[in-house]
């Protein structure tokens, strides 16, 4: 038996409390009094704790339905994106294939003309770490040579990140670059 007042692990009922039968709980009641109204008040906190909690739960499941049909999208009246990736490319000066076309991967899609081809080339390209857009790095050493005037962007969203890359056949590492994303940009090769 503790003292008076002393604190009483919650998860058990005091030393000495017989909760066995109702008159030996009567009976304990006048020697433990001072533990059990400080075991019972914490208690009733807790069960008003619980059960407030208990119901701002409930409330929010059952609003759960309602939360995943209306959406943020449709909430400012837009349509909801598609899954998937999606890319806008630009194409100038490459000849034939001038022009704005609209890529979706997983599934393939949109109006660019080799949509499959050019998913798979940016699958391959895609590795943790590196990004498959990523401008030739400041203070690389490229090779003097022009690729013609072929300039591209490309903007969207890949591997769900923001795309925003310029590419241009200016020099050896820009040339490389293109190429490498060729059908995603279109082959000017000369």
Same mark, same amino acid.
């Given at each position: 038996?503790?003292? %008076?007042?002393?604190?009483?692990?919650?998860?058990?009922?005091?030393?000495?409390?017989?909760?066995? /039968?109702?008159? *030996?709980?009567?009976?304990? !009641?006048?020697?433990?009094?001072?533990?059990?109204?400080? /075991?019972?008040? %914490?208690?009733?906190?807790?069960?008003?704790?619980?059960? =407030?909690?208990? /119901?701002? *739960?409930?409330?929010? *499941?059952?609003?759960?339905? *309602?939360? &995943? #049909? !209306?959406?943020?999208?449709?909430?400012?009246?837009?349509?909801? +994106?598609?899954?998937?990736?999606?890319?806008?490319? #630009? %194409?100038?000066?490459?000849?034939?294939?001038?022009? &704005?076309?609209?890529?979706?991967?997983?599934? +393939?899609?949109? #109006?660019?003309?080799?949509?499959? =081809?050019?998913?798979?080339?940016?699958?391959?390209?895609?590795?943790?770490?590196?990004?498959?857009?990523?401008?030739?790095?400041?203070?690389?050493?490229? &090779?003097?040579?022009?690729?013609?005037?072929?300039?591209?962007?490309?903007?969207?969203?890949?591997?769900?990140?923001?795309?925003?890359?310029?590419?241009?056949?200016?020099?050896?590492?820009? !040339?490389?670059?293109?190429?490498?994303?060729?059908?995603?940009?279109?082959? %000017?090769? /000369?």
């Amino acid at each position: 038996m503790g003292p %008076v007042g002393a604190r009483w692990d919650l998860k058990r009922p005091p030393p000495g409390w017989p909760f066995d /039968s109702p008159d *030996l709980a009567l009976r304990g !009641i006048r020697r433990h009094a001072p533990q059990l109204l400080h /075991s019972a008040a %914490v208690r009733q906190g807790m069960v008003h704790f619980r059960l =407030r909690h208990r /119901s701002l *739960l409930l409330a929010a *499941l059952a609003l759960l339905p *309602l939360a &995943t #049909t !209306i959406g943020p999208a449709h909430a400012h009246g837009h349509r909801a +994106a598609p899954h998937g990736d999606r890319l806008l490319v #630009t %194409v100038r000066h490459a000849g034939r294939a001038d022009g &704005t076309y609209v890529l979706r991967c997983h599934p +393939a899609g949109g #109006t660019h003309p080799a949509a499959g =081809r050019a998913c798979a080339v940016l699958e391959r390209r895609t590795v943790w770490g590196r990004d498959p857009f990523a401008p030739v790095p400041p203070g690389r050493h490229c &090779t003097l040579q022009y690729g013609g005037p072929a300039a591209a962007h490309v903007t969207g969203r890949w591997a769900g990140r923001p795309v925003d890359a310029w590419f241009d056949r200016g020099d050896g590492c820009r !040339i490389a670059g293109w190429d490498a994303l060729v059908p995603l940009l279109p082959n %000017v090769r /000369s």
